[in-house]
């Protein structure tokens, strides 16, 4: 699942293959960019904001007006970056689902099923990441500005204010249960009576940071298959602690997970006990 740490985690990778490197060619699969050729555009850095991607480049000085441009894509919940060796067969993803392959003397940079690509000045990246809250793992993060804006809207269930990017960025789905696990709050407790808000969005940050520079993301401190979360993806099976089964409901637009025993609260009436027949 995509979140902010995986995001981290594939800007760090670009930046590694790609930064300080001039393109020796550019292949874009998508209709808004078809006709457009990064050859001899050189890649300066690439950095995440919440959970979107921007891969800056210096076009060639006789090419643009404008030298500094930004390639911005987001992986939603199913996109993905690659960075290939030279010669390396590209065995990620199935190739029709390649967006984007940005080619450079050491390495290929291969995006797959990517959103919201788009190149536009860099001075203008804030038209598509400006209304981001805070960036949990932005050079730049503010938890008190994070709980200012959470709490402005104390009627709005924590577990979705936390997945609204506009109030912090980089809580997806997995993080948002684990956080509500660990801090005993039922998803569906109004902001405004949520007991230590700060507390709440300090531990989000500690638990992406934690994630930061690996691929398993992990809430419990083990990294063995089927033990990295507490109840994320884990419906009808015990809770870690308790022992009563974990269950999953639709919350918003997404589904949630919550163990009734750990996370007292507000309960969604019409959801099924599932360990009752
Ligand atoms: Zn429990």
């Keep these: 699942m995509p979140e902010g740490d995986t995001v981290w985690n594939t800007a760090r990778v670009l930046h590694r293959a790609l930064a300080g490197a ?9 209709p808004q960019l078809a006709t457009t050729d990064l050859t001899g555009w050189t890649v300066r850095e690439s950095a995440s904001r919440g959970k ?3 891969l800056r480049l210096a076009a060639p000085e006789e090419r643009s007006d404008v030298r500094h441009w930004t390639l911005h894509s987001h992986l939603r919940m199913d996109g993905a970056w690659r960075a290939y060796a030279p010669g390396e067969r590209w065995g990620a993803r199935p190739a029709h689902l390649i967006r984007v392959v940005l080619r450079a003397p050491s390495a290929v940079a291969v995006g797959y099923h990517l959103h919201e690509l788009a190149l536009l000045p860099t001075a203008e990246e804030e038209s598509l990441v400006g209304h981001l809250g805070p ?3 932005g050079p730049d993060w503010d938890a008190a500005e994070a709980v200012r804006r959470l709490a402005a809207h104390p009627e709005a269930t924590i577990g979705e204010a936390l997945l609204d990017q506009r109030n912090l960025a980089g809580v997806g789905n997995l993080y948002k249960c684990e ?3 660990l801090r005993g709050v039922s998803p569906w407790t109004p902001l405004g009576a949520v007991p230590d808000l700060a507390g709440t969005v300090a531990l989000a940050q ?4 934690a994630n930061r520079g690996r691929w398993t993301q992990s809430t419990t401190g083990s990294l063995h298959r089927g033990r990295t ?3 994320y993806g884990r419906r009808a099976q015990p809770c870690r602690r308790c022992g009563t089964a974990i269950r999953k409901e639709e919350l918003g637009e ?7 025993r750990c996370q007292p609260g507000p309960d969604p009436a019409q ?3 599932p360990t009752q027949p």
Excluded: E, M
Excluded at 206 to 209: D, S, T
Excluded at 254 to 260: A, H, I, L, N, Q
């Design 135 to 137: 960036d949990l793992l």
């Design 254 to 260: 997404r589904v949630t997970y919550w163990c009734p």
């Design 22 to 30: 001039a393109l020796t060619g550019s292949d874009f699969r998508v």
């Design 229 to 231: 979360s507490y109840v």
């Design 206 to 209: 500690r638990l992406l940071a």
């Design 52 to 54: 979107h991607l921007l």
């Design 271 to 273: 959801s099924p006990d």
């Design 179 to 181: 956080v509500l696990f």
